[in-house]
């Protein structure tokens, strides 16, 4: 075990989107004990700032004035078995493609349609990541966190997250309130395969079998045909949400597009951004050193040394868009630092 502390740390290999940022004080901790050791160190206006594989942050400034916070805790452990299901409680700090590798080469169901999303475990249970139909929260079973305040371990059930679309009760009512050292995760012995959304059944022929590797392998290709690679073309992956909306508006809009794509949603209709994006002629077009990526609308890219305002500028501008002529506007997935 060990604790790994830097002064003046370059996080340029810590936020996918390339920014060249600078944390006064880095912190890299690998087990609950030296997390709590840490936090006991500090003081109570300490700015501190929890961060996984930076996939979902935009670092609004060259310098952060406090102390950066990463988890190395790594390991698998099961803490419960069944006949139709197993548990798997997971450190925060796993890549989560390798946790979904590492189940989906076991047989064992539920995160396959998760398969090449970037991050961290940790982070699956803050932002309820999720694609393909499925999200986090269909998996998760507890969070383990760490108080801020007063160093204490709690455990919150899946209810207890009050999970929504790339929403939880940790970025809401408890935000900066709780560091998550560990997410549980039930998955199923006998899988049940959603391929419906985006017809990914499509892929498949009519009497092939269809494992859990063959829809893993289906999703990282889609994904890769889609989605840049951050270390050639710098990017957040989503940018924006997909919204959500009255279904008096989507009714009008339907009018207008018959062949307006949508899906259910609660107290309402989705609509893929990526669609609404690419009607008002913003994909594959750029505004100073930021493009809107050519094969995915959703997704900003960094064209080279882009600093922030210039993804800031773009996402303004493709929001403004949208707006005028949807009357929807999009909200940001990434989160501005």
């Given at each position: 075990?060990?604790?790994?502390?830097?002064?003046?740390?370059?996080?340029?290999?810590?936020?996918?989107?390339?920014?060249?940022?600078?944390?006064?004080?880095?912190?890299?901790?690998?087990?609950?004990?030296?997390?709590?050791?840490?936090?006991?160190?500090?003081?109570?206006?300490?700015?501190?700032?929890?961060?996984?594989?930076?996939?979902?942050?935009?670092?609004?400034?060259?310098?952060?004035?406090?102390?950066?916070?990463?988890?190395?805790?790594?390991?698998?452990?099961?803490?419960?078995?069944?006949?139709?299901?197993?548990?798997?409680?997971?450190?925060?700090?796993?890549?989560?493609?390798?946790?979904?590798?590492?189940?989906?080469?076991?047989?064992?169901?539920?995160?396959?349609?998760?398969?090449?999303?970037?991050?961290?475990?940790?982070?699956?249970?803050?932002?309820?990541?999720?694609?393909?139909?499925?999200?986090?929260?269909?998996?998760?079973?507890?969070?383990?966190?760490?108080?801020?305040?007063?160093?204490?371990?709690?455990?919150?059930?899946?209810?207890?997250?009050?999970?929504?679309?790339?929403?939880?009760?940790?970025?809401?009512?408890?935000?900066?309130q709780y560091i998550v050292t560990h997410v549980s995760y039930e998955l199923r012995k006998h899988p049940i395969l959603n391929l419906s959304y985006g017809n990914i059944s499509a892929a498949f022929g009519a009497n092939e079998e269809i494992t859990l590797q063959k829809v893993r392998d289906h999703i990282i290709r889609i994904r890769q045909e889609k989605l840049p690679d951050p270390k050639v073309l710098g990017n957040a992956g989503s940018y924006f949400m997909n919204p959500i909306v009255p279904y008096e508006l989507f009714d009008a809009l339907k009018n207008d597009y018959p062949t307006i794509p949508s899906y259910p949603a609660e107290a309402g209709v989705?609509?893929?951004?990526?669609?609404?994006?690419?009607?008002?002629?913003?994909?594959?077009?750029?505004?100073?050193?930021?493009?809107?990526?050519?094969?995915?609308?959703?997704?900003?890219?960094?064209?080279?040394?882009?600093?922030?305002?210039?993804?800031?500028?773009?996402?303004?501008?493709?929001?403004?868009?949208?707006?005028?002529?949807?009357?929807?506007?999009?909200?940001?997935?990434?989160?501005?630092?």
């Open positions: 075990m060990y604790m790994r502390i830097e002064q003046d740390f370059s996080l340029l290999q810590y936020n996918t989107f390339g920014m060249k940022a600078v944390a006064r004080c880095f912190v890299e901790y690998s087990s609950v004990a030296e997390l709590q050791q840490f936090l006991r160190s500090c003081s109570s206006d300490e700015q501190i700032l929890q961060i996984g594989g930076g996939s979902n942050l935009l670092f609004t400034h060259p310098l952060f004035e406090g102390t950066v916070l990463h988890s190395a805790i790594q390991g698998i452990e099961v803490v419960e078995e069944e006949e139709e299901s197993i548990c798997l409680k997971v450190g925060a700090g796993m890549i989560w493609d390798e946790f979904v590798a590492y189940v989906v080469a076991h047989g064992w169901g539920g995160a396959e349609n998760l398969s090449l999303i970037p991050g961290e475990v940790g982070a699956s249970a803050i932002q309820n990541i999720g694609a393909y139909g499925v999200e986090a929260k269909d998996i998760i079973s507890k969070v383990y966190t760490i108080n801020r305040n007063d160093y204490s371990e709690r455990i919150f059930n899946n209810e207890d997250c009050n999970y929504g679309y790339r929403s939880s009760i940790f970025k809401n009512s408890l935000k900066n989705k609509i893929p951004a990526a669609w609404l994006i690419q009607q008002t002629g913003w994909k594959g077009r750029e505004l100073g050193r930021a493009a809107v990526y050519e094969k995915q609308p959703l997704v900003l890219v960094n064209t080279g040394d882009a600093e922030a305002i210039d993804i800031i500028q773009l996402a303004n501008a493709v929001i403004f868009a949208v707006e005028k002529q949807f009357a929807i506007r999009l909200k940001p997935e990434v989160i501005y630092v």
